[in-house]
């Protein structure tokens, strides 16, 4: 059973910066791809980064390519999510995954999540 923390969101103005941060425990890191989503009210889940439980591959959602990027420090069973040129359609609650295969763009892959963090983007 893999337990997940995230952590480090807020308020912050449009063209800023913000850093997220997933705590994974309970399981073993390496062996799990992970993923970040987000979900803004009345609006389904939607994919904005994966990484292989390597390390080797990233994957973006359209909406964030070139602003976000994805990272993991297996020495502390982290995952972040850098967030870079903010916009208010960015506003959403972040939620971080665990992925026993590859890192995927669909929930349905993702066997643990975190509780989520808020992310409000103001213009």
């Known amino acids: 059973q893999v337990q997940l923390a995230e952590s480090g969101g807020g308020l912050v103005q449009a063209g800023g910066s913000l850093r997220l941060s997933c705590a994974a425990s309970?399981?073993?890191?390496?062996?799990?791809?992970m993923g970040w989503f987000r979900q803004a009210p009345g609006k389904e889940r939607e994919f904005v980064a994966a990484?292989?439980?390597?390390?080797?591959?990233?994957l973006y959602g359209d909406s964030v390519k070139g602003r976000f990027t994805i990272s993991r420090d297996y020495a502390k069973n982290t995952v972040y999510l850098q967030m870079n040129k903010l916009r208010p359609e960015d506003t959403a609650v972040y939620y971080c995954?665990?992925?026993?295969?590859?890192?995927?763009?669909?929930?349905?892959?993702?066997?643990?999540w975190g509780q989520g963090t808020q992310v409000t983007v103001s213009s």
């Open positions: 995954a665990a992925d026993p295969a590859a890192g995927s763009p669909k929930t349905y892959d993702y066997d643990y």
């Open positions: 309970g399981g073993t890191f390496s062996s799990y791809s």
């Open positions: 990484i292989k439980w390597s390390g080797g591959r990233t």
